[in-house]
Nanobody, 123 residues
Framework: QVQLVESGGGSTQTGGSLRLSCSAS?????MGWFRQAPGKEREGVAT???????TYGDSVKGRFAISRDNAEKTLYLQMDSLKPEDTGVYYC????????????????????WGQGTQVTVSS
């Protein structure tokens, strides 16, 4: 059974840090993090391919870092200098449909999703 399970969400204040983890049941070439704030569309945060090719959303560049432990089948998202606008539900996802489209702007190709974890940043 395909599973992506996120953990590590929580609450912090502006400028704080959180680290999200995503445990996968299998290894996937292309994985990523997406988030959804209340009343907004889901947006790409960061993606990573086995080749260590990574992409980031413009609003998180320089503050967030995506990484993975292939042996443990785990994807991470280190979030630093958090802002209130980073608040939302963060989802781990895998792209198995078009791995040549491994980027934050190719959400439509990410067809495997976790249940999400809440991140709240207060001012």
């Amino acid at each position: 059974q395909v599973q992506l399970v996120e953990s590590g969400g929580g609450s912090t204040q502006t400028g704080g840090s959180l680290r999200l983890s995503c445990s996968a049941s299998s290894r996937y070439f292309c994985m990523g993090w997406f988030r959804q704030a209340p009343g907004k569309e889901r947006e790409g945060v960061a993606t990573n391919a086995y080749t260590n090719f990574t992409t980031y959303g413009d609003s998180v560049k320089g503050r967030f870092a995506i990484s993975r432990d292939n042996a443990e089948k785990t994807l991470y998202l280190q979030m630093d200098s958090l802002k209130p606008e980073d608040t939302g539900v963060y989802y781990c996802a895998a792209n198995i449909a078009r791995v040549d489209r491994c980027g934050v702007y190719y959400r439509q190709y990410f067809t495997l999703w976790g249940q999400g974890t809440q991140v709240t940043v207060s001012s």
